[in-house]
């Protein structure tokens, strides 16, 4: 580029080059947090009270949900709501129905593993996780699982919430509000 004029008009165009490219830059950025945002890659942590909030308003869909596959013969079933709708057959319509409309309201899976099924609200990666759990034979989830075990998340010692660091009973019995956070849980039970 050949800057012709006065020396004060080549600086302004220097200057509206330099604010055209960080205005460039900054709009590239934000559609990267955008699309990370949007897409899934990281959702904001829902904390207990707004979680019991959602609970409490979702409640006849999720119980909707539990109902059926509590009583399902597959001891491990895994759902994601964007995708596998389409593909997973569903034998009562009520229940594509809630399944649908939990998709709409935020909610991206369902983990059935053997006496629990999870309905996770938020992640940021694989290191963290929470959302709602409820237990179909009324005990609490890894209840009996020592996690200062070595084996403790390995097939050997297995939990049903890998890397839980907090349990809270949710208003109805056998529900709760969980947190799964690997560094938290790395910390707390490093054996040094």
Known sequence: MIAVGTKKEKV?????ASVVGSLSVAYIIYNIV??????G?????IDYERMEKLYNEDYELLKTVVDYFADS????IFIRLETDLEYF????DNVSHALITLRGQGYSTLYKDDNIIRFPRSSRGRHFGNGIVYSIDGVEPNYGVN???????????PTQIMYLTRLEPLSKPDWYYYEADFREWRSRYRRD
């Open 34 to 39: 955008a699309v990370l945002i949007i897409g």
């Open 41 to 45: 890659a990281f959702s904001p942590r």
């Open 73 to 76: 013969e597959h001891t491990s």
């Open 147 to 157: 996690p200062r075990d070595p084996l403790y998340g390995s097939t050997e010692s």
């Open 89 to 92: 057959v569903v034998s009562d």
């Open 12 to 16: 302004i165009m220097i200057v509206a």
